[in-house]
């Protein structure tokens, strides 16, 4: 739509005066060039306005019985749905102060009676076609509006299907099923919120960053890609070798994921916590930990959270190879670990959510048919077992 002439004669202007002759001389003026609708009280003006084929313009009376101009234009401006609609008031009172009340009651314009139909012509033409043009031009905003928001939306939910697929590529290489990627998500998720008026953590827990958390949380273990089968499969305890070899996958995760924001060639906020998350989440609070054996709050705010996720995960979840430990023994085991392997305030949110982390556990439960496929794909990995 373009505001341009032929638009602009297209347009509706509402007449509002009680004198018969006033309305009559109006519409005479105007039938030639624009469709003319009457009202010949306020309260009509405003179910006009209020109808399904508003006015594009309205010139109004200001002294009418009833409802004066200036109460039909406090209401006008009032209400969403017409406040949008310029209002010229056309009047006989012609003193300073009656003008200046029209104009701060939202009137484009003010004219005096007796009217000069050339100016009042001319005014309804210009505020018309300024109108068109301020239609057009808020039309064009309110659909780039909508773009941008759709745009954003495609672009979050790349980001959401990528983090996915690449951690699901990694779950493919371990015992783990995905269903450990969602629950992960919730308990840190579940912890962050807990925590967010904590003291220690008020100054970098909020929405925003509880929401890059929960998604960078499914990327924490994808540097297991990286480990041979032969040791990331093994069911029973790894050699100090096989160990070493374990641990790397941290760092691995880490290196992959700043791979991948190098050649996007620019720094994303949830890659970065992503980063921090694969790359210390196996780090414990007494320095005993790994890649870096970092003590208390030197490791990442991050990683603290997962750690306690990913190892109350661990514990309670079947496996191929066995079967999961009960909740309550699970939680004695943490305990134990408070301290040492977890910071405290986190594991102490850890035990006032138990119930909800036992609630998720239960929503996200593995399944026997997702415990037989993970099976057989590991097979299929590892040859049937040879």
């Not at 297209?10 to 109006?26: C, E, F, G, Q, W």
């Not at 005014?123 to 745009?151: C, G, I, M, P």
Request: charged share 30%; proline share 5%; glycine share 6%.
């Amino acid at each position: 739509m373009n505001p341009d002439s032929e638009l602009v004669t297209r347009a509706t202007v509402l007449v509002v005066d009680d004198t018969p002759d006033n309305l009559s001389l109006m519409s005479g003026l105007l039938k030639e060039l624009y469709k003319v609708k009457v009202a010949n009280s306020g309260e009509r003006a405003l179910k006009i306005a209020l109808s399904d084929t508003p006015p594009d313009l309205i010139l109004l009376d200001i002294m009418m019985p009833g409802m004066d101009g200036y109460e039909v234009c406090r209401r006008l401006k009032g209400n969403v749905a017409t406040r949008d609609i310029p209002v010229i008031f056309l009047t006989a009172k012609a003193e300073v102060e009656d003008e200046r009340r029209g104009l701060e009651l939202g009137a484009v314009d003010y004219l005096t009676k007796p009217v000069s139909p050339p100016i009042v012509m001319v005014r309804v033409k210009n505020h018309l076609a300024l109108k068109a043009s301020t239609d057009y031009l808020r039309d064009k905003n309110d659909f780039l509006e909508q773009e941008v928001s759709k745009r954003t939306r495609e672009v979050m939910a790349i980001q959401d299907v990528t983090i996915l697929a690449m951690a699901s590529l990694a779950e493919t290489r371990d015992s783990d099923t995905g269903n450990h990627i969602r629950r992960t998500q919730y308990y840190v998720k579940s912890l962050a919120e807990r925590l967010r008026d904590h003291p220690r953590f008020v100054s970098v827990l909020n929405d925003a960053s509880i929401h890059m958390l929960f998604k960078s949380a499914p990327l924490h273990d994808i540097g297991k890609v990286g480990i041979p089968d032969r040791i990331l499969l093994k069911p029973g305890r790894f050699t100090p070798d096989e160990f070493e070899v374990m641990k790397t996958h941290t760092t691995l995760g880490r290196d992959a994921i700043d791979h991948a924001e190098r050649q996007l060639g620019m720094s994303v906020e949830f890659l970065a916590m992503a980063k921090e998350i694969a790359y210390s989440h196996q780090e414990k609070w007494d320095g005993s930990g790994y890649p870096l054996a970092l003590v208390g709050d030197a490791i990442p705010w991050t990683a603290r959270l997962m750690a306690v996720a990913d190892v109350y995960d661990a514990l309670i979840s079947r496996r191929v190879y066995k079967e999961g430990m009960p909740h309550e023994k699970a939680v004695s085991i943490m305990l134990e670990g408070r301290g040492t392997h977890f910071d405290p305030d986190v594991l102490d949110a850890f035990v006032a959510l138990q119930e909800e982390f036992r609630a998720i556990a239960r929503r996200f439960a593995d399944s026997d048919s997702d415990m037989a496929r993970k099976k057989e794909q590991l097979e299929r990995i590892t040859g049937g077992g040879e």
